[in-house]
């Protein structure tokens, strides 16, 4: 069965501490893994997509890396604006859907 | 707007009553799709339309939830006798292709009383 787990489940930082957050995933044949966003109360916020192994993929503070069974979102000096819940997610084996992780809730505070 | 619409944002219903909720998806986006997302859970995909076809309805929980894409655009999520156990935000994607980015809209809060 495809699965998503991510770790860990909330992560509490101070503003400039560095960090990562780490999606572990089991499917045939991967076809993408994609990192979102997700303020309080608001649809998720595409990130990146990431399709092979050895692929990063930076964005301001932001950098997804991705190896055979896990991929990593490092975050760098983050800002209290960091503050939300990351969402990683793999398509299903017919590609008709992702399959989202409960996702990592990161607060950073100043 | 450039962005997936839903609407109503922002839903309350009585247990038993019919609710529609509805996604204006990104223009020319042909995939598109409806989750839901319980408290503390990552979104759990219900349906996906390729078009105005559901390619893959195996999410849906049970009969009384349906969705439509008549002109391959506009989607709408049906939820009949509504259960209190429904409550959840129901969130809508959209995508240009099959295993291409999904952008989301902003959820349709549904609450259940």
């Known amino acids: 069965e495809d699965q998503v787990t991510q770790s860990p489940e909330a992560l509490r930082l101070q503003e400039g501490e560095s960090s990562s957050l780490n999606c572990s995933y089991t499917?045939?044949?991967?076809?993408?893994l994609f990192w979102y966003r997700q303020d309080p109360g608001k649809g998720p916020e595409f990130l990146f997509t990431?399709?092979?192994a050895g692929e990063e993929k930076e964005k301001e503070r932001l950098k997804a890396t991705l190896t055979k069974k896990e991929s990593f979102l490092h975050i760098t000096a983050p800002k209290p604006e960091d503050s939300a819940t990351y969402l990683c997610?793999?398509?299903?084996?017919?590609?008709?859907?992702?399959?989202f992780g409960k996702g990592t809730t990161l607060s950073v505070s100043s | 707007g450039a962005g997936v619409s839903q609407t109503p944002s922002n839903k309350v219903t009585e247990k038993g009553k019919y609710v529609e909720l509805r996604c204006d998806p990104i223009?020319?986006?042909?995939?598109l799709y409806w989750y839901r997302q319980s408290l503390g859970q990552g979104p759990e995909f219900l349906i996906y339309?390729?078009?105005?076809?559901?390619?893959?309805d195996s999410g849906l929980p049970n009969d009384r939830f349906f969705a439509v894409r008549p002109e391959g655009s506009v989607s709408t999520l049906k939820i009949q006798r509504t259960e209190r156990g429904d409550s959840a935000m129901y969130l809508c994607?959209?995508?240009?292709?099959?295993?291409?980015?999904?952008?989301f809209g902003q959820g349709t809060r549904l609450t259940v009383v």
């Open positions: 223009s020319g986006h042909t995939a």
């Open positions: 997610a793999v398509p299903n084996q017919a590609g008709t859907a992702l399959i």
């Open positions: 990431l399709y092979s």
């Open positions: 994607a959209s995508s240009a292709s099959v295993n291409t980015e999904a952008f």
């Open positions: 499917v045939s044949g991967l076809r993408g």
């Open positions: 339309f390729q078009g105005t076809g559901a390619a893959d």
